[in-house]
């Protein structure tokens, strides 16, 4: 006997078998259900007691049960309407009706209220190992032997020389713009297509962003928008002091065409490979070809610190000038005596604890973002509506989260294709909002990849799908089956 069965009792029933498959049935609850199979109402442990206290005995039937309608929810309703229903009214159990009046099926509280999410930490083995040591050392403070440690071991996967550990990838950034020697009025290019966070750094220095198109190639800075900026501000008499290249989604920019205009024009280049650490551009590390590269370790990113960054670079001068800076800027003296102006930027001994043990798990945790990728591209092959991120034969991406565009002719476009996932308790975002539309950044120059802008159409159609490492094998499934109903 199926579950529904065992729970479908009729006017004729005994009391004795309900109260039996009650009991047996173990969700606190009856579906009273008409000769014809329709659903009439719900019947609870109270319910049956009220009869026996009236006098019924377990041989009566449910005859003299009074009519009632009970909170009920039609098939194709959503899980968020559901658990609405369900909160309205402080019930964990919600029969589901069909079109013609049926039990379909009941909903379990425990098994719809779980949410989706789209990158979540997801811990290894080691890390409270690491932790615990420097607990059991007394080493809780923003030195130490884990953050020795964390960027040695950092530099060394990623195949660079130094590496300074900070207290996010935003500090690195700041620091690496300091560092290059950007200051008030400077101009610096940057992506567009990108998190704030790429860009605040440049107005902390009190300099002023110039925004530079994605490919579709790679949807990274496109050289042909940056050849032309460069143009552009050499008619006009003038050079940006640095160029910000932001390699996204896991995917490195395309490097070679990138590096050789900078170095053309005599421009360093700090890389923010926030969302790029495990990647590779023609087997080098996404990270490692500018002057300076930095990375992150928030908590969506592909590995986790809680909150950290990492600033690196082959020059040691750099390194320890970002080391000294990010500590307040100490003068070697026995007293506190300061030159210049620092930032308290340094990472704690406990996070690169964390960031070590993460680092052991790195390449597992590639591997599994490359595979959510892929399952979903398997999946939903057949829908000619979705593009994925294209991945350019120089590209090793780690696919931290999954990227595509939504064509509205598919029948939905991005945004409602967003809110029916929402409406499912899936958690999708949009692509980046391009930095020259950002209010904030409004009157900033910006130079599109030719006479369209890419990262304009990417933004209006782009999304992101939940891509942990750590989902759940049904997830992927539940998340295509939802996109399966509203695109064709
Ligand atoms: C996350 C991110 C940052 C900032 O890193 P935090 O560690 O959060 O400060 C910078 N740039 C990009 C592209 C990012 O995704």
Known sequence: MNKLDMLTVHRQSKLREALSRMDQGATGLLLLVDAGGRFERTVTDGDLRRLLLNGATLEDTLESMSAMSSHVIDEGATRREALDLMNQHGINHLPVIGKHGQVVSILDRKEIDAQILLSTPHMGDTERLYVEEAFRTNWIAPLGPNVDAFERELAQMVGVRHAAALSSGTAALHLGLRLLGVGPGDKVFCSTLTFAASANPIAYQG?????????????????????????????????????????????????????????????????????????????????????????????????????????????????????????????????YQHSEIGFNYRMS?????????????????????????????????????????????????????????????????????????????????????????????????YFAHDSDSVSDQLFEQGLCLPSGSNMPAGDIERIVTVVRRFLR
């Open 207 to 335: 300099a002023e962003p110039v925004f530079i198109d994605s490919d579709h190639e790679s949807w990274n800075m496109s050289p042909q928008a940056l050849q032309r900026a460069f143009e552009a501000a050499r008619r006009e008499g003038w050079m940006p002091k640095a160029v910000v290249i932001v390699c996204l989604y896991g995917q490195s920019a395309d490097m070679d065409p990138l590096m050789a205009l900078c170095n053309e024009y005599g421009v360093p280049v700090l890389e923010d490979a926030a969302e790029s650490l495990g990647a590779t551009y023609k087997g080098k590390a996404s990270g490692t070809f500018g002057r300076l590269g930095a990375y992150s370790f928030n908590g969506n990113k592909i590995i986790t610190t809680s909150g950290g960054g990492m600033l690196v670079s082959d020059e040691p001068d750099l390194i320890a000038k970002a080391r000294f800076l990010s500590t307040q800027a100490r003068d070697p003296a026995p007293h």
């Open 349 to 445: 001994n406990i996070l690169a604890g964390v960031g070590r043990g993460q680092l052991d798990v790195l390449r597992s945790r590639v591997e599994a973002r490359r595979q959510v990728f892929q399952a979903y591209r398997d999946a939903l092959m057949d829908l000619d509506c979705i593009t994925w991120m294209p991945e350019p034969e120089w590209s090793y991406s780690t696919h931290w989260l999954t990227a595509c565009t939504i064509d509205p002719r598919g029948g939905v476009d991005r945004q409602t294709l967003m809110k029916h996932l929402a409406a499912e308790l899936i958690e999708a975002r949009p692509l980046w909002k391009p930095m020259h539309l950002q209010p904030v950044f409004q009157g900033c120059r």
